[in-house]
C-alpha cells in the first residue's frame, strides 16, 4: 500500500487541527495503521495507532486526550484529529501501516512494526 499524508499547516497554541492519509490499493481495512511524529534534531515519536480489527488502540503519553485516530475504510483513509496544540506539537507527521495483527498491542508503538510509510505533513504551532 502507499501512503499519502495532507493536511499539516500552520496553527496557533491552542488550536486544532486534521491530518489526513490516504492509502492506495487493495483491503486498505485489513492494515492496522499509525501515525509518529519527528520534530528537528529529535527522535521519531510514537503518537498513536489502531489495529485494522479495532482491538488495539492506544496514544502517546504526550498526546493522550487531545489527539485521536479514526478511518474510513470506503475512503481508504485514516484520520488524526489533534487538539489543544501547543508548540511541543511542531513536527512532521507520518502515518504507517502494517498487515500484521499483533497479539501485544504495545507492538503498534513501535516504528519497526510498519511495512509501509508515507512522506510526511509538517505541522506547525506558534506561541
Known amino acids: 500500500v502507499q501512503l499519502q499524508a495532507s493536511g499539516g499547516g500552520l496553527v496557533q497554541a491552542g488550536g486544532s487541527l486534521r491530518l489526513s492519509c490516504t492509502g492506495s490499493g487493495r483491503s486498505f481495512g485489513r492494515y492496522s495503521l499509525g501515525w509518529f511524529r519527528q520534530a528537528p534534531g529529535k527522535e521519531r515519536e510514537f503518537v498513536v495507532a489502531e489495529s485494522w480489527s479495532g482491538r488495539c488502540i492506544d496514544h502517546g503519553d504526550s498526546v493522550k486526550g487531545r489527539f485521536t485516530i479514526s478511518r474510513d475504510n470506503a475512503k481508504k483513509t485514516v484520520y488524526l484529529e489533534m487538539n489543544s496544540l501547543s508548540p511541543d506539537d511542531t513536527a512532521i507527521y507520518y502515518c504507517?501501516?502494517?498487515?500484521?495483527?499483533?497479539?501485544?498491542?504495545?507492538?503498534?508503538?513501535?516504528?519497526?512494526?510498519?511495512?509501509?510509510w508515507g512522506r510526511g505533513t509538517q505541522v506547525t504551532v506558534s506561541s
Open positions: 504507517a501501516a502494517t498487515r500484521e495483527e499483533h497479539v501485544h498491542c504495545i507492538d503498534y508503538n513501535a516504528a519497526g512494526t510498519y511495512d509501509y
